[in-house]
């Protein structure tokens, strides 16, 4: 059995469908179909009864691409209550039931519901986005990456 903490949430175990591999910088671990599994575990959070907790809320704000400050937007919240609610786990039920129908409409392929955050993420990647220039074959190239891109919490 794998503990698989590295989706935020601490409570899954994934009997199978992992390979556990050895790096040059010790053990690693491949999901089979990581975004499979996600879709379970979201399908799991929305179908639990009671609040959300925060990291539960943080794990559905990130399937859905949002920021903290976006999701406030989408709940009539700020970003600082977002970050509260995802560190102390005391998420309004409202705000819950919010989430909750937004995910639902995501994944029935609700096409005003995905507009909509898509544009709420495309906005927040124009606006907050990086131009990352690489070099190849002595030609430059850039791409615009999001706020969040991964490549930038290694330049940190």
Known sequence: MYHYTECGLDNVWLENGYKKRTTPYGTGVSIDDADGLHKVLV???LQKRGRITGKELRFL??????????????LGATDQSVSLWERTGKVPATS?????LLVIERLRGNEKVTA??????EVDRLVNGRILVKESRNKWHSEVAGPNDE???LAA
């Open 116 to 121: 909509i955050l898509d544009r709420i993420n």
């Open 96 to 100: 819950d039931a919010l989430v909750r």
């Open 43 to 45: 399908a799991t959070i």
């Open 61 to 74: 704000r990130v399937e859905l691409g949002l920021s903290q400050e976006n999701l406030g937007k989408c």
């Open 151 to 153: 490549r930038f919490a």
